[in-house]
């Protein structure tokens, strides 16, 4: 492990963003709290992430997944939902209403 991956880990743990937690064998695990975005249209296609891109390269890597953000155990999931639609999704802002499963 890198230094810069371990920096980051030590933020993620000090922000309560992940926990570590040992194992009964004295493994570590990380232990992350992620919000998922469940996006359905009306016809029933679901919105998902096909892809991530290195920023520095230009390179995609496949990677099909809904679209996640990492939070902490305290925060309200509405204000998670907020902070993935401001950030990652921004250009679905103004087209995504939250409602429970199964509206």
Not at 90 to 94: F, G, S, V
């Given at each position: 492990v890198n230094l810069s991956n371990q920096m980051s880990l030590y933020d993620e743990v000090l922000e309560r963003k992940s926990q570590l937690r040992l194992t009964s064998d004295g493994e570590a695990h990380r232990i992350?709290?992620?919000l998922a975005l469940h996006v359905v249209r009306e016809d029933g296609y679901i919105f998902s992430q096909m892809g991530t891109m290195d920023v520095s390269n230009g390179q995609i890597t496949p990677d099909c997944n809904?679209?996640?953000m990492k939070h902490t155990p305290l925060e309200d999931p509405s204000e998670v939902f907020d902070r993935l639609l401001s950030t990652k999704l921004?250009?679905?802002?103004?087209c995504v209403t939250l409602s429970e499963e199964g509206s």
């Open positions: 992350v709290h992620l809904l679209p996640v921004r250009a679905l802002k103004d």
